[in-house]
């Protein structure tokens, strides 16, 4: 029963609310801490915890392990929960299971127990790509195994608690720290390899301060709001002119002859990869969220 395991919580009359957040080491999770704090009480808890600044109450936590995730959320007591953590495309299917799938199903099991809010960060990579535009309710189809992992995650999220919102997002960027995506792309130019993008890939990239903001309202403004809500920039992109378009941004030099521009589509290695996968921005736009598509963020924040 919701409440059960949390009925000693007592958080008296203070207006301030307790947010715990999960991935607050990750590349999201550094600029949603800052932004969170402005607004709440914010204890963040990853796997090692590493750097994390007292400011933020950290709090080790691997949410492979279901008794620590509900040790976890019965000891933080918070009104509500970002759940930014996840294991991304890159490293084994087994992790991608255990902390995305497994991990996930634990967090909304214990926010449920807790009676706490919960916002879940999930990824367009849910959808297959061949059927673009996705409305904010669109049925996962994915392609791949972190997409399958990803779409159990939201699956699980919404069946074990009512007070979730799955936040389907894109790639995430930043104009004051690099992404990964980009960082790689430099590390393989400065070895003297060539980088392969994709022009056929469309996606819609998010500015992270964008995405940030809109998590923290999702979790705290718009708390009646439950379900599946896509939140990702209002412009459709292709990945190439998105790479290049950042490695510029960031001063990296891209020599033509190091960069090939490919169609995924015609390489069958490339099968996992969905094409198109543009979201319709309906429900964020009804709430008011800020949606801000890459050129605009570009435009306004001139190195
Ligand atoms: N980056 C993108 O372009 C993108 C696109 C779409 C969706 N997303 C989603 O956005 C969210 C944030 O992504 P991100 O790029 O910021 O991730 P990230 O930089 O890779 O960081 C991952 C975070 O998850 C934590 N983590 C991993 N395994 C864990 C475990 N077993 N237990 C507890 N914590 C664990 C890590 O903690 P430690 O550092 O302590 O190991 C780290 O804080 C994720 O849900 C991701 O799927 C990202």
Known sequence: MAGSGCSARTRGCSPIKTLLITGGTGYLGAR??????????????????????????PKTLDLRDSQAVLDCVEAVKPDAI?????????????????TNHAGTKALAEA??????????????????????????????????????SKALAEAAALDAHKNTMVVRTSLIYGL??????????AKQLAAGESLRLFQDVLRQPVWRDALAQGLVDLALKHKTE???????????????????????????DAPAHLVQCIDA???????????????????????????????????????
Not at 119 to 148: C, F, K, L, M, R
């Open 265 to 303: 589509a015609q390489d069958p290695g490339l099968a996992g990869v969905p094409l198109n996968t543009e979201l319709s921005l309906n429900r964020a736009h009804k709430l008011g969220l800020s949606t801000p598509g890459f050129s605009t963020v570009l435009a306004q924040h001139p190195r």
């Open 176 to 185: 004051d720290a690099i992404d990964r995506g980009t960082a790689g792309f």
């Open 32 to 57: 949603l801490l800052p932004m969170a704090a402005e607004r709440a009480r914010v204890v963040a808890a990853s796997r090692s915890a590493a750097g994390l600044s007292d400011t933020y109450s």
């Open 111 to 148: 926010a449920n127990r807790c009676d706490a809010r919960l916002v879940v960060v999930s990824t367009d990579i849910v959808h297959n790509g061949q059927q673009a535009p996705y409305a904010d309710d669109a049925a996962a189809a994915p392609i791949n195994a972190y997409g399958e």
């Open 82 to 98: 970002i759940h930014a953590a996840a294991v991304n495309p890159g490293i084994d299917e087994a992790s991608m299971q255990h």
């Open 226 to 252: 439950t379900g599946l809500i896509n939140l990702v920039g209002d412009e459709l992109i292709d990945r190439a002119s998105f790479g290049q378009q950042l490695l510029s941004y960031w001063g990296i």
